[in-house]
Structure formats: C-alpha cells, structure tokens
C-alpha cells in the first residue's frame, strides 16, 4: 500500500486497522499521518528527544504506554477525536507541563501521568466517570484539580504524592473514594464539596481538611472552591 510505505519511510511501523506500532528512528517534533486510527502499546516509549507530537483528528485510541518515558515532551494536545487513552500512556514525561484532553474520554486508565512531576495543571473532561488508581501519583507541580460532577469513583493512590496539591473540588456525585488517594499530599490540602457527601466522610475519616462549597449563583463566575472572582 503505497500510503503505509510513505508512512514507515518516516520511521512508523504499522499493521492492519492504521495500528501505528512502533517509532524507530529519531527526531524532536513528530506529526503523525492522518492515516493512523490508533497510537500502539509502547509506540513512543523511552524517546528520550521527544519534545511534541501531533496527533491528528484520525486517532481514535492511544494505547498502553504509548508515550511513557519521554522526558523530554512539554506538552499535548489530544483531539476529540479519542475516546480512549490507555494506562501508563503519558508516565514519566517529566517535563509534560500542559495537556489538553479529548472531551470523549470517560476514564482516566491506571497510572495515566504517574511520575509526571512538571504536571502544572488539568482540566478533567465532563465525560469522564472514572479515575483508577495512580493517575496522578507522583506528579508533583499538581495545585488544584476539579473533579468533574460525572464521576462516580476515585480509586486508590490517584493523587499519592502530588506534595503541591492544595485543593481539590469533589462533587456530590462521588460515591466511593479509594484507599490512601491523597497520602503524601501537601499537609495544606483541602478537598471541597457538599456537606454529608462523600468528599466529607472521607476527609474526616483520614484526617483532611474540609471545606464546604457554597452554591454558586448563575450570573456569578466561580474560581477553585467556589470562590466568586472579578
């Protein structure tokens, strides 16, 4: 096929469904062909030069480790076109400041940014419904994360270590939050939400500060916790 020729002239490996497999060769900036539907398990893993990547809005999936261990990729914009993104795909970066996520997911997989320690900030999709374990261990820049209001459980160690943490905004919706989630967090974290949710339960059970969020009016704008900004 002559298009997966002139794909694996520029270093891709690939297989049936536009799978592309593995990078072999080189280079700082990468952008890879509209012709792949899906980034493979470990296609990018330990390209230690890596610094961008361009994903175009082909890509539906990005597997296992896809991007592990680029150290030396700063940032990633993930199209809407992804409704997957598999576990350790983004562990390790650790000079990844910023990453725009597709508004498709529904989960954030096992150890997704773990050992991200540049992470500076995260804006959780309105889909997502899930947080597994690990997501965020270790990433250690991590100030304020809003979880959004479909999520139904953060499971174990998701935000372990992320010692700049300060707050977290949980909603009432959050009906199970896992064991040691925010162990090894700054002492002045605060996790936000409702009186009597679970976000409550859990930071009185494990000794965390609480604060409850008060509504927010309509015409107001709201900042982190509630907090109404000029």
């Given at each position: 096929d002559?298009?997966?020729?002139r794909v694996e002239e520029k270093g891709y490996q690939t297989g049936t469904h536009s799978i592309l497999r593995e990078y072999e060769c080189s280079g700082t900036h990468i952008q890879i062909p509209d012709s792949v539907t899906c980034i493979g398990d470990r296609a990018f893993r330990y390209h230690s030069e890596l610094q961008s990547v361009v994903i175009p809005d082909s890509v539906v999936s990005i597997s296992d480790s896809a991007f592990d261990g680029c150290i030396s990729l700063e940032e990633v914009m993930i199209p809407d076109s992804v409704k997957e993104i598999g576990s350790f795909a983004f562990s390790s970066c650790k000079n990844l400041r910023n990453i725009t996520l597709s508004q498709k997911l529904q989960k954030l997989d096992t150890a997704l940014f773990s050992h991200s320690v540049s992470l500076e900030s995260i804006q959780i999709p309105a889909g997502v419904t899930e947080i597994d374990r690990f997501v965020f261990h270790n990433c250690k820049k991590l100030k304020k994360v809003v979880i959004p209001e479909k999520v139904k459980s953060i499971k174990d160690e998701a935000f372990k270590g992320c010692e700049s943490l300060e707050s977290v905004i949980i909603p009432e919706g959050v009906t199970k939050i896992g064991k040691d989630v925010f162990i090894k967090c700054s002492p002045d974290l605060i996790l936000y939400g409702k009186k009597g949710s679970e976000a409550e339960r859990y930071a009185a059970e494990?000794?965390?500060?609480?604060?409850?969020?008060?509504?927010?009016?309509?015409?107001e704008k709201t900042g982190v916790a509630g907090e109404k900004i000029a």
């Amino acid at each position: 096929d002559e298009l997966i020729a002139r794909v694996e002239e520029k270093g891709y490996q690939t297989g049936t469904h536009s799978i592309l497999r593995e990078y072999e060769c080189s280079g700082t900036h990468i952008q890879i062909p509209d012709s792949v539907t899906c980034i493979g398990d470990r296609a990018f893993r330990y390209h230690s030069e890596l610094q961008s990547v361009v994903i175009p809005d082909s890509v539906v999936s990005i597997s296992d480790s896809a991007f592990d261990g680029c150290i030396s990729l700063e940032e990633v914009m993930i199209p809407d076109s992804v409704k997957e993104i598999g576990s350790f795909a983004f562990s390790s970066c650790k000079n990844l400041r910023n990453i725009t996520l597709s508004q498709k997911l529904q989960k954030l997989d096992t150890a997704l940014f773990s050992h991200s320690v540049s992470l500076e900030s995260i804006q959780i999709p309105a889909g997502v419904t899930e947080i597994d374990r690990f997501v965020f261990h270790n990433c250690k820049k991590l100030k304020k994360v809003v979880i959004p209001e479909k999520v139904k459980s953060i499971k174990d160690e998701a935000f372990k270590g992320c010692e700049s943490l300060e707050s977290v905004i949980i909603p009432e919706g959050v009906t199970k939050i896992g064991k040691d989630v925010f162990i090894k967090c700054s002492p002045d974290l605060i996790l936000y939400g409702k009186k009597g949710s679970e976000a409550e339960r859990y930071a009185a059970e494990n000794g965390l500060q609480f604060a409850e969020m008060e509504p927010c009016r309509s015409e107001e704008k709201t900042g982190v916790a509630g907090e109404k900004i000029a």
